[in-house]
T-cell receptor, first 108, second 113 residues
Framework: QKEVEQDPGPLSVPEGAIVSLNCTYS??????FMWYRQYSRKGPELLMY????GNKEDGRFTAQVDKSSKYISLFIRDSQPSDSATYLCAMSDDKIIFGKGTRLHILP | KAGVTQTPRYLIKTRGQQVTLSCSPI?????VSWYQQTPGQGLQFLFEYFSETQRNKGNFPGRFSGRQFSNSRSEMNVSTLELGDSALYLCASSPAGQFYGYTFGSGTRLTVV
């Protein structure tokens, strides 16, 4: 079993829809949980991070962590075409381990 | 504030050659990590340097090596290149002891022919 599992997509949704992206993991030692966004020909950029379990909101983005289920989610409200990118979940103990990323397409 | 700078952006090398990639972290960041990104495997951790010392290492063969200088700039080297080494190599920097919130550079696209 891989440490971090993430559906690669692609995921296509109409503009304005709510997007749900998810990851599961196996290592219970992970403490920090992150979401990165990567545009084509660019490096990943940090969207949000959460320490331990709980929710965190930043504008249109909400991150949720359920450590009991080893499951994390990112919700994007009022999705825009500019949100079209690859979204990578990541988590860390003494190093950051990434999921393979989900390609998201927001259709105008 | 300048971001993480990686040079060169693109590189084409022949199988069997060696290559050196460079990374300049954000000013004040002392930790530099390197990742290999491929479509099949995603982002895979190569190694992390902190204050000129390798603090962590991923599961890559010894052909992959790195170092960090006193000004926190880092280089990674790949010797005896193989076709499978073709990838985007990403460098990320972070403040000391922070295992979240890495800032990535735009990467070096290495093609081995």
């Amino acid at each position: 079993q891989k440490e971090v599992e993430q559906d690669p997509g692609p995921l296509s949704v109409p503009e304005g829809a709510i997007v749900s992206l998810n990851c599961t993991y196996s290592n219970s030692a992970f403490q920090y949980f992150m979401w990165y966004r990567q545009y084509s020909r660019k490096g990943p950029e940090l969207l949000m991070y959460t320490y331990s379990s709980g929710n965190k909101e930043d504008g249109r983005f909400t991150a949720q962590v359920d450590k009991s289920s080893k499951y994390i989610s990112l919700f994007i409200r009022d999705s825009q075409p500019s949100d079209s990118a690859t979204y990578l979940c990541a988590m860390s103990d003494d190093k950051i381990i990434f999921g393979k990323g989900t390609r998201l397409h927001i259709l105008p | 504030k300048a971001g993480v700078t990686q040079t060169p952006r693109y590189l084409i090398k022949t199988r069997g050659q060696q290559v050196t990639l460079s990374c300049s972290p954000i000013s004040g960041h002392r930790s530099v990590s390197w990742y290999q990104q491929t479509p099949g495997q995603g982002l895979q951790f190569l190694f992390e340097y902190f204050s000129e010392t390798q603090r962590n290492k991923g599961n890559f063969p010894g052909r992959f090596s790195g170092r960090q200088f006193s000004n926190s700039r880092s280089e990674m080297n790949v010797s005896t290149l193989e076709l499978g080494d073709s990838a985007l190599y990403l460098c990320a920097s972070s403040p000391a002891g922070q295992f979240y919130g890495y800032t990535f550079g735009s990467g070096t696209r290495l093609t081995v022919v």
